[in-house]
């Protein structure tokens, strides 16, 4: 949370549970596109009662990394041009942090 703090933010995790307020999870089931270890797909699970965490990522060990930290999310490997699911399949897709990678 040290990153979020020095860009200004007082308490990084409120501010970011707060994004998801507005959202009504009717189908239960949240993506984290470019999760790299999984770390903000169980951030943003935990913070929710009864949510199924899915995560994409383009690397393999990270994704190796997530499956082990969190086996009861669904983590894959992925191009990052396609998810590989139907049409609103998710309630929410969050893309945290991805943008400096492009």
Known sequence: WGL????GYKD???TLRSML???SFE???LLDYGCDKG???DFFCSSLEGIE??????NDDAIKHAQKL???MT???GDGITIPYPDKHFDCVIVIATIKHV
Do not use: N, Q, S
């Open 39 to 41: 770390l903000m797909t």
């Open 70 to 72: 969190f086996p009861t």
């Open 27 to 29: 189908k239960k089931r």
């Open 75 to 77: 983590f894959e490997v």
């Open 12 to 14: 990084p995790e409120a």
């Open 21 to 23: 307020d507005p959202i």
């Open 53 to 58: 965490g899915y995560g994409i990522d383009i």
């Open 4 to 7: 979020y703090k020095e860009c």
